[in-house]
């Protein structure tokens, strides 16, 4: 059973930055998609980005140039450095995992994490 844990949400000022960790808890040096998706209250969940094990990496147009996903295979944890924070990133923002290449990353069958809150204001 796949378990993703999130770490290193909180609260910060507008234009601000957060890291946030997430450790796998099987040996993800497999073809595996790691994204992460968010979701603010009254919208539906979206996803931020994806990475696959060959480093492959898709953004979502809203954080391109300010958000920066890596992982560390040997590790089992894939980060998300977020810089320039906005106000409209205020989200729980969750860790997700599927096997195979990251494609359609938006779908598929992810195994979550329990989600971290962020908090731009």
């Known amino acids: 059973h796949v378990q993703l844990v999130e770490s290193g949400g909180g609260s910060v000022q507008p234009g601000g930055s957060l890291r946030l960790s997430c450790r796998h808890s099987?040996?993800?040096?497999?073809?595996?998609?790691m994204a992460w998706f968010r979701q603010a209250p009254g919208t539906e969940r979206e996803g931020v980005a994806a990475?696959?094990?060959?480093?492959?990496?898709v953004y979502a147009d809203s954080v391109k140039g300010r958000f920066t996903v890596s992982r560390d295979n040997a590790n089992n944890t894939v980060n998300l450095m977020m810089n320039s924070l906005l106000p409209e990133d205020t989200a729980i923002y969750y860790c997700?995992?599927?096997?195979?290449?990251?494609?359609?990353?938006?779908?598929?069958?992810?195994?979550w994490g329990q989600g971290t809150q962020v908090t731009v204001s």
């Open positions: 990475i696959d094990r060959d480093g492959q990496i």
């Open positions: 997700a995992a599927k096997a195979g290449a990251c494609g359609n990353w938006r779908n598929g069958a992810y195994n």
């Open positions: 099987q040996y993800i040096d497999r073809p595996t998609c």
